[in-house]
């Protein structure tokens, strides 16, 4: 079911900032981005397997850098009904839609035992 991490979500404070050391100093890739201009996320492969998500700060996350962790899974529904059946809390239903607009994919979330952000997400 769960096949390894797919990324961790970062939050930044300054994403120029952020993009710059996450490429420049650690020799990262940027391998898409997507949202609005003002709020732009990206996907940086520091090597294979090893994927951070930056993500502007948002209201009330000023004081938690990450935001998430991200399973890959072959399947995100079931993992997530699992979780669910398990003691995790929902924080998101599970969502179909396109990663960076090309890639298919199906995401949802939970809050773990001690309120830890989980995603599970799965790509075609």
């Not at 090597?47 to 935001?67: C, D, F, K, Q, Y």
């Not at 009904?81 to 979330?109: C, H, I, Q, W, Y």
């Not at 035992?113 to 997400?121: A, H, L, Q, T």
């Amino acid at each position: 079911m769960i096949k390894g991490y797919h990324h961790i979500g970062l939050y930044v404070s300054d994403t120029a900032r952020s993009l710059k050391f996450y490429t420049e100093a650690l020799g990262g890739r940027v391998t898409m981005s997507f949202g609005p201009d003002d709020h732009k996320i990206y996907m940086v492969e520091l090597a294979p397997g090893a994927t951070v998500e930056l993500i502007p700060h948002e209201t009330g996350s000023e004081n938690r850098p990450w935001a998430h962790i991200a399973l890959h899974t072959d399947n995100a529904r079931e993992a997530f009904d699992r979780a669910v059946a398990n003691g995790a809390t929902v924080k998101s239903e599970p969502r179909d839609g396109n990663l960076g607009g090309s890639a298919p994919m199906t995401n949802a979330f939970v809050f773990g035992p001690d309120g830890e952000s989980i995603e599970f997400f799965e790509v075609e």
